[in-house]
Nanobody
Framework: QVQLVEYGGGLVQAGGSLRLSCAASGRTFSMGWFRQVSGKEREFVSAISWSHGFTYYIDSVKGRFTISRDNAKNTVYLQMNSLKPEDTAVYYC????????????????????WGQGTQVTVSS
């Protein structure tokens, strides 16, 4: 396991942009982003492999969100453009620090390390 620290959440108007960052305390393999609204199950958003060879997005964010990473900094990013009120949630980053399985997982059980969560609120 590694420690993950998230940055970049906040309040933005619909159509605006935010960039989330997640810095790991050590090297990671695949990393992902999930989001959760109170009372609902944690939802997969996006994932990326160490080499950038695999990226995945849920349909609702394709064309608007971009996942990337800087392995020298052990950091993953989620650039969120054209934000919508339905994107409002707590966003969590996740990492596979142990197994290096491919392709990146799209379920919570794939990952062994989690960030603390950062609130994203999109107003209309």
């Amino acid at each position: 396991q590694v420690q993950l620290v998230e940055y970049g959440g906040g309040l933005v108007q619909a159509g605006g942009s935010l960039r989330l960052s997640c810095a790991a305390s050590g090297r990671t393999f695949s990393m992902g982003w999930f989001r959760q609204v109170s009372g609902k199950e944690r939802e997969f958003v996006s994932a990326i492999s160490w080499s950038h060879g695999f990226t995945y997005y849920i349909d609702s964010v394709k064309g608007r969100f971009t996942i990337s990473r800087d392995n020298a900094k052990n950091t993953v990013y989620l650039q969120m453009n054209s934000l919508k009120p339905e994107d409002t949630a707590v966003y969590y980053c996740a990492a596979d620090s142990l197994r290096g399985r491919l392709p990146p997982g799209q379920n919570t059980g794939f990952y062994d390390s989690w960030g603390q969560g950062t609130q994203v609120t999109v107003s209309s």
